[in-house]
């Protein structure tokens, strides 16, 4: 099933696929089970019951590789909204929101960004940020391909002198990310560490995904025994197990880290570790622009794609 992995991401780059699984109606089961809604109003009312379940959220307007200025503009205003109601549903403070710089203009081109798609970025994720803290939340920056992560980090330290709480996410898979873990794990730095999704040459990442747990587990260690608050991304339960026990050997306590997991992925390991009194925040995406995201999801659990399979299948 490993191998899948690579064609299902390289499979999802086609115009073809996208037409073909974009034309599937959103209520289409594999779609929802990872999606909150299309809607505001869905992130919100997802959030509300998952808070009732004792868990915290960050939710991600869905979109990525916008290379038009109207369309980075109108998901600057998806969040903006969303933070506002957020903050009228007396929801603003268990939830913060995941942005990816490429949704909000990192990839604009020349004619549409004359000072460059970067800068257009950091205005935006400023905005953001700037709405965060008026309603008491924060923003994490999602990390996409690497050919962003200096990018990606840049942004993040300018964003940082005005919003110190500001989030970065950080791939186990890349080598590189062991001395990332190093140089961000400072007092009030908020990292986020996953193994990464993307579809990455071994240059630059480790391939083998005993390679990437081992690299997991170490800059684990490196964020536990620094002084920032490491956020716990993964669903694995090794990772996890692991995870719990450096938490007691680095003598970290309640509340000075957290667990998160996607949406729609391990919902009883999400409550049962709440329970145990961790803090979990769901990852929840929400929006029309779906299909990166599910494609990104498919390739992690190729077992999935019989069932997505057949919704397309039954689709009329
Ligand atoms: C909160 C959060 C934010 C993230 N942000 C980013 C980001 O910014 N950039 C980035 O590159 N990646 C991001 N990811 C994705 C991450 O990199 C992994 O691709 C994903 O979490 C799967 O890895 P895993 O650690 O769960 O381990 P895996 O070994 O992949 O999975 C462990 C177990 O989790 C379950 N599982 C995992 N994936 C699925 C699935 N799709 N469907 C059903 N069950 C599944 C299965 O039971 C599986 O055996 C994020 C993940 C989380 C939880």
Not at 47 to 57: F, R, Y
Request: aromatic share 6%; charged share 25%.
């Amino acid at each position: 099933m490993a191998l899948l992995r690579r064609p299902i991401l390289m499979m999802a780059r086609s115009e073809r696929v996208k037409d073909l699984v974009t034309s599937m109606p959103v209520s289409a089961g594999i779609v929802t089970s990872y999606v909150a809604g299309e809607e505001t109003a869905d992130a919100v009312r997802v959030t509300k019951e998952l808070v009732g379940q004792g868990l915290a959220t960050t939710i991600d307007y869905l979109g990525e590789d916008t290379t038009d200025a109207a369309q980075a503009e109108a998901t600057v205003t998806a969040y903006l909204e969303l933070l506002q109601a957020l903050h009228e549903a007396g929801l603003a403070t268990s939830a913060e929101v995941s942005v990816k710089l490429s949704a909000i203009g990192q990839y604009l081109p020349a004619a549409e960004a004359p000072a460059g798609g970067a800068r257009v970025a950091l205005e935006n994720a400023r905005r953001i940020c700037r709405a965060a803290a008026n309603v008491g939340t924060t923003v994490t920056l999602d990390m996409e391909d690497h050919t962003t992560t200096d990018a990606t980090l840049h942004t993040l330290r300018e964003l940082r002198q005005d919003f110190p709480g500001t989030g970065a996410v950080l791939q186990a898979y890349l080598r590189r990310t062991e001395a990332d873990c190093h140089r961000l794990a400072a007092e009030g730095s908020r990292v986020r560490l996953c193994k990464g999704a993307y579809d990455e040459p071994e240059e630059v990442a480790f391939t083998d995904r005993l390679e990437v747990d081992r690299s997991y587990v170490r800059c684990l260690r490196v964020l536990l025994e620094g002084e920032g608050y490491p956020m716990i991304a993964t669903h694995d339960p090794r990772m996890i197990a692991i995870a719990r026990h450096l938490v007691d050997e680095t003598g970290r306590e309640p509340g000075t880290y957290e667990f998160q997991m996607l949406y729609g992925i391990r919902p009883q390991e999400q409550t049962r570790l709440a329970s145990l009194g961790e803090t979990v925040r769901v990852y929840v995406p929400y929006g029309g622009e779906w299909y990166g995201y599910l494609m990104r999801r498919l390739a992690e659990r190729p077992q999935n794609l019989s069932f997505f399979l057949r919704s397309l299948v039954s689709r009329t």
